[in-house]
């Protein structure tokens, strides 16, 4: 029996990806996203192209039966080995500004549907004692900006889930993985869906998502608890880690007052 992959937000960025690149090692896959049409396009694509079995399965992982059946499903995986929780959006604007329903969603979707599905995938790992889980956070979780403030905020929150479940884990004597993966500025969909222009980045600042996917799964095999594609975010992630807390919120400040958002 083949080993089974679910990916969530698995229609276009990251997530494509990840399924494009699992699909090549011969994984099944349930793939997760809202789009119904794009999402069975891919599924019957990757399973013509590489001989797997590709289930789609629509849902809004925003919606409390949605998230339930999606849980259910992986509750139900006895072959499941992969959790990959990358469904994720970012909006902008000052959050007392900003409309609420957009920040209540994104909070549903980052820490309360990483949280629900990475429980009901961890029960049937730990007791299988085999598996991985990634959590597709952000460079962002290590910091905070303004006009950015609930999606560095729940990137935070997956990072710091994520090291605790690992340091559970560990002390378990689990062989079961956790990862965060907190990629800078990807090539997808993501920037144009949460309004955002990208005109102040330059070109060496993007990395393609397949490359992000390749570096997660190399990390992934050697039990690498943080992973931060590109060798800029990497000494970028660093520094923000050292930094005076004062020094960085008065360089967020700055910034934003550079590009006109507040």
Same mark, same amino acid.
């Given at each position: 029996?083949?080993?089974? !992959?679910?990916?969530?937000?698995?229609?276009?960025?990251?997530?494509?990806?990840? !399924?494009?690149?699992?699909?090549?090692?011969?994984?099944?896959?349930?793939?997760?996203?809202? =789009?119904?049409?794009? /999402? =069975?396009? &891919?599924?019957?694509?990757?399973?013509?192209?590489?001989?797997?079995?590709?289930?789609?399965?629509?849902? *809004?992982?925003?919606? *409390?039966?949605?998230?339930?059946?999606?849980?259910?499903?992986?509750?139900?995986?006895?072959? @499941?080995?992969? /959790?990959?929780?990358?469904?994720?959006?970012?909006?902008?604007?000052?959050?007392?500004?900003?409309?609420?329903?957009?920040?209540?969603?994104?909070? =549903?979707?980052?820490?309360?549907? +990483?949280?629900?599905? +990475?429980?009901? $995938?961890?029960?049937?790992?730990?007791?299988?004692?085999?598996?991985?889980?990634?959590?597709?956070?952000?460079? !962002?979780?290590?910091?905070?900006?303004?006009?950015?403030?609930?999606?560095?905020? +729940?990137?935070?929150?997956?990072? &710091?889930?994520?090291?605790?479940?690992?340091?559970?884990?560990?002390?378990?004597?689990?062989?079961?993985?956790?990862?965060?993966?907190?990629?800078?500025?990807?090539?997808?969909?993501?920037?144009? $869906?949460?309004?955002?222009?990208?005109?102040?980045?330059?070109?060496?600042?993007?990395?393609? &998502?397949?490359?992000?996917?390749?570096?997660?799964?190399?990390? @992934? *095999?050697?039990?690498?608890?943080?992973?931060?594609?590109?060798? =800029?975010?990497?000494? !970028?992630?660093?520094?923000?880690?050292? $930094?005076?807390?004062? #020094? @960085?919120?008065?360089?967020?400040?700055?910034?934003?007052?550079?590009?006109?958002? #507040?």
């Amino acid at each position: 029996m083949r080993a089974l !992959a679910l990916i969530t937000g698995a229609s276009s960025g990251i997530g494509a990806a990840f !399924a494009s690149t699992l699909a090549e090692r011969k994984y099944d896959l349930i793939l997760v996203a809202r =789009r119904v049409d794009r /999402l =069975r396009e &891919s599924a019957e694509s990757l399973a013509r192209l590489h001989g797997v079995n590709v289930e789609p399965f629509p849902a *809004d992982l925003t919606s *409390d039966p949605d998230l339930d059946r999606v849980a259910q499903r992986i509750a139900d995986a006895a072959g @499941l080995e992969l /959790l990959i929780n990358n469904a994720g959006f970012g909006s902008r604007g000052k959050f007392f500004e900003t409309d609420l329903r957009s920040q209540d969603l994104m909070h =549903r979707l980052h820490v309360l549907a +990483t949280l629900r599905l +990475t429980h009901a $995938a961890l029960q049937g790992m730990v007791a299988r004692k085999r598996g991985g889980i990634v959590n597709v956070s952000s460079v !962002a979780g290590f910091w905070q900006a303004p006009g950015n403030v609930s999606y560095c905020a +729940t990137k935070c929150w997956m990072n &710091s889930f994520t090291e605790g479940l690992a340091q559970e884990l560990a002390g378990a004597g689990s062989p079961v993985k956790v990862q965060a993966l907190c990629p800078g500025y990807t090539r997808t969909e993501f920037q144009d $869906a949460a309004g955002l222009s990208t005109e102040h980045i330059g070109d060496a600042m993007w990395i393609n &998502s397949e490359d992000v996917v390749a570096e997660s799964l190399r990390g @992934l *095999d050697r039990g690498k608890l943080f992973v931060i594609p590109g060798w =800029r975010y990497k000494a !970028a992630t660093f520094l923000l880690k050292h $930094a005076p807390r004062a #020094i @960085l919120r008065a360089a967020a400040t700055r910034q934003q007052r550079r590009l006109g958002r #507040i």
